[in-house]
């Protein structure tokens, strides 16, 4: 069964730096999206993306963040200079309004950031 | 903006009864209202979903009741099972963003 695939599972990073996260979406989904969940909180939305565009964004989704599909198969979330509060677990997913309805989304299992 | 309340927080109920979680919302122009599993480590899972326009909606062990007129939908699950332990966020989905709820912590006792 198609799987949507995050890398990598953990990342820690000093406060300041930049990182960037990498999702595979399913192969043939073209409505793609990041989520964050801080830990013991609920899910929050970031953005969505379509069309090589984003498409709608969350307050938190600031000039510090940005999102990028750089080929067929990846897309990245980037974080210019990660704060202490960027500490969370952040999830990709991606849907096919073409087979699925728009709103199946299907998650990735999650990347840990860890902001020192 | 809370757009969905959730409760309870954390619930624990025996083998074979049952789960009851409860999800309230705000914004009216909500058209899709899912609930998603998420085992620990584990992105959430589609578990059920229900639209606006239908009061229930059962899949095996799992119902979703609707009160559109009260905004607020409920999580039932029967006979619940050991392997059912998960959080569930319940969630109000417009415009293409989803609205999670806070979660709850489900533990089934054997």
């Known amino acids: 069964e198609p799987e949507v695939t995050q890398t990598p599972s953990h990342q820690v990073t000093q406060m300041g730096q930049e990182v960037i996260l990498r999702c595979v979406p399913i192969?043939?989904?073209?409505?793609f999206y990041w989520y964050r969940q801080i830990l013991g909180q609920k899910v929050e939305f970031l953005v969505s993306?379509?069309?090589?565009?984003?498409?709608?964004k969350s307050e938190i989704f600031d000039d510090q963040f940005s999102v990028e599909r750089p080929d067929g198969s990846n897309f990245t979330l980037k974080i210019r200079s990660t704060k202490l509060e960027d500490s969370a677990m952040y999830f990709c997913?991606?849907?096919?309004?073409?087979?699925?309805?728009?709103?199946?989304?299907?998650f990735g299992p999650g990347t840990r950031l860890t902001v020192l | 903006q809370q757009q969905v309340k959730q409760s309870p927080q954390s619930l624990i109920v025996q083998k074979g009864g049952i789960s009851i979680i409860n999800c309230a919302y705000e914004?009216?122009?909500?058209?899709?209202f899912p609930w998603y599993q998420q085992f620990p480590g584990k992105g959430p899972a589609l578990l059920i979903a229900?639209?606006?326009?239908?009061s229930e909606k059962k899949e095996g062990r799992f119902t979703i009741s609707f009160n559109k007129s009260a905004k607020q939908f409920s999580l039932h699950i029967m006979d619940s099972q050991p392997g059912d332990s998960a959080t569930y966020f319940c969630?109000?989905?417009?415009?293409?963003?989803?609205?999670f709820g806070s979660g709850t912590k489900l533990n089934v006792k054997p």
């Open positions: 997913a991606s849907s096919d309004p073409l087979t699925y309805l728009i709103y199946e989304q299907f």
């Open positions: 192969s043939n989904h073209l409505y």
């Open positions: 993306f379509y069309n090589n565009e984003i498409s709608e």
């Open positions: 914004n009216t122009a909500f058209d899709y």
């Open positions: 229900i639209r606006p326009d239908v």
């Open positions: 969630a109000g989905y417009n415009f293409n963003k989803f609205y």
